[in-house]
């Protein structure tokens, strides 16, 4: 399901126009955004949690040249579905 | 910082910027996340713009070994969930750290198996660790010239401390990386795979710093910044009292000039 069917099925479980959905959808990945940018983890029930982790820097070797290089450090978004989510799809 | 985001909060977030009512917010929020399951369940891929994509994966089971017995299982076959950042996110959320670059480093010595692997938390965690250990080794290793080597460090490291006085955050840290370095002098005419692993550890302490530098020097400028607005401000006031004085009593300041 790509984003325009997403919006349109959202549409149909809100009852609501296309226009107002994706509006809808935009103001939570929006706000969704911002928290996790501050460095906040959001935590939805029955779905799960987004939560952004520091990754230290590292070194690393490309296998072909041997070359050596120093990896600097990240933040990156992960997502851990709930226990019960997890079940349902086993 | 560091808070968790639950959907009560989000819910009133929702409200208050948007100004959606209680019912409104807990439905956008409810069945935004309950299709994304129903779309997984039916379609087991949802991309969604902004976020990122959601995806089912099969697993196929596989022989692994109970922690808690020691026996060995089989982890049945099963599908989970996997979540790939949106790109755009991705780079938002790493923007903090946005101005690092890869380092090619550079290596003088042939390569050895050993050196493959140099984990990070091992050079940068445990220096002091490491520094011990080695200085342990050697004495192992050594016997008999075990009394006059912590001599030798003794004086490197104040040597070096007299050196560098002026620098304030010169701790523990190089203290022990001056041991290890005084050690890697020792040894690096039997084995010469060592030294990159020191100058590793050295570009990672160094950059470490510049951060460090870095986050001061941005307080400082916030600091000067509120500065020149005081400053400006003030003058501002200055120049409108003496307008002030001016048109009131000009016979007052003719009085004062001349």
């Known amino acids: ?90 | 910082m560091n808070e968790k985001l639950y959907k009560e909060e989000f819910r009133n977030i929702l409200k208050r910027e948007y100004g959606m009512s209680e019912r409104e917010a807990a439905d956008a929020l409810n069945k935004f996340f309950s299709l994304v399951i129903k779309a997984l369940e039916e379609e087991r891929y949802v991309k969604i713009k902004g976020l990122g994509i959601f995806k089912l994966i099969d697993v196929e089971s596989r022989k692994s070994v109970d922690v808690n017995t020691g026996e060995g299982i089989e982890i049945p076959e099963h599908r989970k969930i996997s979540y790939t950042v949106d790109s755009s996110l991705k780079e938002l959320i790493n923007r903090p750290f946005a101005h690092f670059e890869v380092i090619e480093l550079k290596q003088d010595s042939p390569m050895e198996e050993g050196m493959v692997e140099v984990q990070p938390t091992d050079i940068v965690v445990d220096d002091e660790k490491v520094a011990s250990e080695n200085l342990e080794n050697t004495e192992m290793e050594d016997g008999v010239e075990v009394k006059e080597e912590p001599v030798v460090v003794e004086d490197a490291n104040g040597g070096v401390k007299t050196d560098i006085e002026a620098e304030e955050e010169i701790s523990e840290k190089n203290e022990s990386e001056d041991v290890e370095q005084t050690e890697c002098e020792e040894s690096m005419d039997e084995n010469r795979p060592f030294q990159p692993k020191e100058q590793v550890r050295r570009k990672l302490i160094d950059r470490r710093e510049n951060w460090r530098e870095m986050e001061l020097e941005m307080e400082k400028e916030e600091r000067s910044n509120k500065m020149t607005l005081l400053t400006i401000s003030l003058f501002m006031f200055l120049l409108m009292l003496m307008g002030l004085l001016f048109i009131l009593a000009p016979e007052f300041l003719e009085e004062i000039f001349y």
């Open chain 1, 1 to 90: 399901m790509n984003n325009k069917e997403f919006i349109e099925a959202y549409s149909r479980d809100l009852g609501c126009s296309t226009t107002e959905a994706s509006a809808l959808a935009e103001r939570i990945v929006s706000v969704l955004t911002r928290e996790l940018q501050e460095g906040n983890s959001v935590c939805i029930q029955d779905f799960g949690t987004f939560e952004v982790k520091k990754k230290m820097e590292r070194i690393s070797v490309i296998p072909s040249t041997q070359q050596r290089i120093l990896v600097p450090p990240k933040l990156v978004l992960g997502f851990k579905p709930s226990v019960g989510l997890k079940e349902k799809m086993k």
